[in-house]
């Protein structure tokens, strides 16, 4: 209900729209998803981890997230807690089952496992929005039709894989993934017209973000799990702890407390600034390890985990300044203040080898001053 003070304009707020526990539910699936595909980046050759890994972490987890995004949009715009949803989401949940068991460094050996899985999943997101779009009307008609029918162009070419081999279904699959992806950026005169529901979308990618910071939380078990105590792994422990509560402190205080929740929009940089965000929270989930057990360089632990925390820190930069209230929004000293404090520790650890705690120390103490100075 629109609120109204003697004097004032009417204050309009979106109807409220909770995740629901079937959404939750869905979300469970995708932590072993995400999991597997994390895993990847755990593999070390001759004190790094060759590029070959790191690509196929690249391309395991962009349909994972797509996949989830597609259903979450669906949701967010359609979804309707009855029966024919409640179907829809149990023919997802079989499809990413068989997505997920299909992730592996011998991606070849499972590749058609894994197309069955991403394909059906879309797929069945494509035939929700083409029966929604007999239910609804106007605007919201013309953007359910539009996704639709749009999305099978990237189904049938991903489905083309098929009939190639080596090298060349690879190319073709992901083409299929990227015009899906960027079905939505062509649409964006429909998306518009329905807008996104924001409190509901951020909630949506703050829950992922969660499952995301649990890895960060498992490292911390293995980490404690693969050496004696003492006064090093303790400190490396806690340190990492106290590193991941400041990430968490920062991003939820700014979701819960900082972002203008009433904005309308096509809800683009939320969807696509989060995947460098999930991208980064898994690399530096897998930097925890390689920091404590010390079998990866340390040239290139230092850049891969500085690397991390810098693309995570420009990601949400981008996200939360664009939906952030117009007095809270931070300028361009507050941005320099802080990819200055990066760059001196990464510079200071490049000229002098400091103990894996130290390491993480300073990165707590980063993001504790990131959290002070966004919340």
């Known amino acids: 209900m629109n609120k109204q003070t003697p004097g004032s304009h009417p204050i309009i707020r979106m109807p409220e729209k909770k995740v629901t526990w079937l959404e939750l539910f869905y979300d469970l699936l995708f932590v072993a998803a995400v999991s597997k595909a994390s895993h990847v980046l755990l593999h070390v050759e001759s004190g790094t981890i060759p590029l070959e890994y790191l ?7 962009i349909p994972i997230w797509w996949a989830w995004v597609g259903q979450s949009l669906f949701v967010n715009r359609f979804g309707q807690d009855m029966f024919s949803h409640r179907i829809f989401i149990i023919l997802q949940l079989l499809f990413v089952l068989i997505m997920t068991a299909s992730l592996s460094v011998n991606f070849d050996a499972y590749y058609i496992s894994f197309l069955i899985g991403y394909v059906g999943l879309r797929a069945v997101t494509a035939f929700q929005y083409l029966f929604i779009s007999k239910i609804e009307k106007g605007n919201r008609q013309r953007t359910a039709r539009y996704l639709g029918t749009r999305f099978w162009i990237g189904l049938v070419i991903s489905a083309l894989s098929l009939f190639f081999d080596a090298w060349v279904r690879y190319i073709v699959l992901y083409a299929g993934i990227a015009v899906d992806i960027l079905i939505p950026f062509f649409g964006r005169k429909y998306l518009v017209k329905s807008p996104i529901h924001t409190p509901h979308l951020l909630e949506r990618f703050a829950l992922f973000t969660l499952i995301l910071f649990g890895e960060s939380v498992v490292s911390i078990l293995a980490v404690l799990q693969s050496s004696s105590w003492n006064w090093k792994t303790v400190g490396f422990a806690l340190f990492t702890f106290l590193f991941i509560i400041a990430m968490w402190w920062q991003y939820f205080d700014n979701v819960e407390k900082k972002v203008d929740q009433t904005l309308e929009t096509a809800g683009q940089t939320i969807i696509y600034g989060h995947l460098p965000i999930y991208v980064s ?24 985990v500085f690397g991390s925390v810098l693309l995570y820190f420009l990601s949400t930069s981008l996200v939360f300044h664009q939906y952030r209230n117009a007095q809270d929004r931070l300028g361009w000293r507050h941005f320099i203040l802080m990819f ?36």
Do not use: D, H, R
Not at 293 to 301: A, D, G, I, K, R
């Open 55 to 61: 690509l196929k972490f690249i391309l395991m987890f």
């Open 281 to 304: 929270l898994c690399m530096i989930a897998a930097s925890i390890q390689m920091l404590f057990l010390e079998q990866v360089s340390y040239p290139f632990t230092l850049c891969l």
């Open 340 to 375: 200055g404090l990066l760059v001196a520790f990464f510079i200071l650890n490049w000229y002098i080898t400091m103990p894996n705690y130290l390491v993480v120390g300073e990165l707590m103490t980063f993001f504790a001053v990131y959290a002070k100075v966004t919340t």
